[in-house]
């Protein structure tokens, strides 16, 4: 009699083997970086030659789809359909990195050549985000195999090759190929796990937009000797308007981008999430941030507004003259019920009624913010069919404290979403020396095997969403 040990065993046998390792080696060598543009071939070839036949050998069939958006890489989807009847999974992945940045990896080690050292495994993509579509991979197969060649649901894939430059198309294309997509939940694996040793499930993410501020008073600079004391000056100006947009302790002085109350689930959720105090973790600053509220409800149930980068004159090489113009990049990370599309309005409202109505404002580009009701069956399922492989509670986040594009499987193809990240905090994404832990991969290969084949143990009592 097959049980969901078997596969579990298979997953643990994937990774003692080597086999599991020998895949991602296969997958790192391929030099994904979409930005690149001098990687447009490799960017189709690893799906052709690498993520296509790897889903045709366990019974998917799969197509590549040119990008709606011209110029942009190609998609990937595939399917396995076992019976309409059952419920179906829609697993995504993206296979294309930053830069590789040869030349600055420790050890002198290659980007682009999977190696291990000390239970780190290092190689570009390795974390973000081969390595986390390969265990799922990997998963899948492993229930394959012990089930006897069944999943006991149906699976669709989505593989795209440009999340690294902002998923061009990600959203036209999904809009358009909803049929195609359709399905009853997302599951999928991203961003990292809350720590290392914590298995984690995250329910969304915090949409981001961000803005400049300019301003511009005059065509040149005029010495601060003569002119100082007569002359506004930008840079004080900026500096001033800044803070009657966010505080000097990191409060939100705008109330059209403060969210509304932290729901009860969600503030139960994040009751037991401790963040910082790995070591490589910068300290937490006390005092900082929204009153009343503790770290993890202000990183995954609030808003923040950062300043990512402001200046004037030449910092590098000042002089004593009072500059003409300044510039600040602002970020607003918010979650969900935020009205994020006001943006625009709400700052220069703010700035107005503070004597700042000449700062220019820019229309921010809007990734939304997402969330699925951590109460949902399918979370239940993952929370349960994880604590029961690993021995331990994951932690739930509602959302994750960054961004992913869980707004167009959310939003667009209307799908509840449940993302199972096999990564850790201090793992080098988009730097030098990424990396994944070999215990985290071990244990991930384990857990989501558990998963896959849990779906398919209860499909018949599994949410379906309707038709149409």
Not at 51 to 75: E, K, Q, T, W, Y
Not at 192 to 202: D, G, K, N
Request: charged share 20%; with cysteine.
């Amino acid at each position: 009699m097959t049980t969901m040990a078997s596969a579990v065993e298979l997953a643990s046998a994937a990774f003692e083997s080597g086999s599991f390792a020998r895949d991602l080696a296969r997958r790192v060598a391929y030099r994904t970086e979409s930005q690149n543009s001098a990687q447009a071939d490799v960017l189709r070839a690893y799906l052709a030659d690498e993520i296509g036949p790897s889903l045709a050998a366990m019974g998917f069939s799969h197509r590549l789809h040119d990008n709606p958006v011209a110029g942009a890489p190609p998609l990937l989807t595939a399917e396995r359909i076992e019976d309409p009847a059952l419920p179906t999974v829609l697993v995504y992945g993206h296979g294309d990195v930053v830069r590789g940045h040869e030349g600055q990896w420790a050890e002198g080690r290659d980007p682009w050549t999977l190696t291990a050292a000390a239970q780190r495994w290092y190689g570009r993509g390795s974390a973000d985000n081969k390595g986390q579509h390969s265990i799922n991979l990997t998963a899948l197969g492993c229930v394959l195999a012990a089930r006897g060649g069944r999943l006991g649901f149906n699976a669709k894939w989505l593989v795209e090759m440009g999340e690294e430059t902002g998923s061009p198309g990600l959203a036209e294309f999904c809009a358009l190929q909803r049929e195609l997509l359709g399905a009853d939940v997302l599951i999928a694996s991203d961003g990292p796990r809350l720590r290392a040793e914590r298995p984690t499930v995250f329910l969304g993410s915090r949409g981001v937009a961000n803005f400049d501020l300019t301003l511009t008073l005059r065509a040149g600079g005029h010495h601060s000797g003569n002119w100082g004391g007569l002359l506004r000056n930008p840079g004080t100006v900026m500096a001033s308007a800044i803070a009657c947009l966010v505080d000097g302790q990191g409060r939100i002085l705008v109330e059209g981008l403060r969210p509304p109350p932290i729901p009860p689930a969600v503030r139960d959720a994040l009751a037991d999430i401790e963040l910082g105090g790995g070591a490589d973790d910068p300290v937490i600053a006390g005092g900082w941030g929204e009153p009343g509220l503790t770290p993890a409800e202000r990183v995954f149930g609030w808003n923040t507004i950062e300043v990512l980068a402001m200046g004037c004159g030449n910092p590098a090489q000042p002089v004593n003259a009072i500059p003409p113009a300044a510039r600040a990049t602002l970020q607003l990370r918010f979650v969900v019920g935020t009205d994020a599309q006001q943006l625009r309005a709400h700052v220069l409202a703010q700035l107005a009624r503070h004597g700042f109505a000449d700062i220019e404002v820019s229309e921010p580009v809007i990734m939304a913010a997402t969330r699925l009701d951590p109460d949902n069956a399918w979370v239940r399922l993952a929370l349960d069919s994880i604590a029961r492989c690993t021995g331990q509670k994951p932690a739930l986040l509602p959302n994750l404290g960054g961004s992913l594009p869980n707004d167009v499987f959310a939003d667009i193809l209307g799908l509840p979403t449940v993302w199972v990240p096999h990564s850790y905090p201090a793992c080098s994404q988009h730097a030098p020396n990424e990396h994944l832990l070999a215990p985290v991969v071990r244990e991930g290969l384990r857990m989501m095997a558990a998963l896959f084949w849990d779906i398919g143990e209860q499909a018949a009592a599994l949410p379906r969403r309707p038709k149409g």
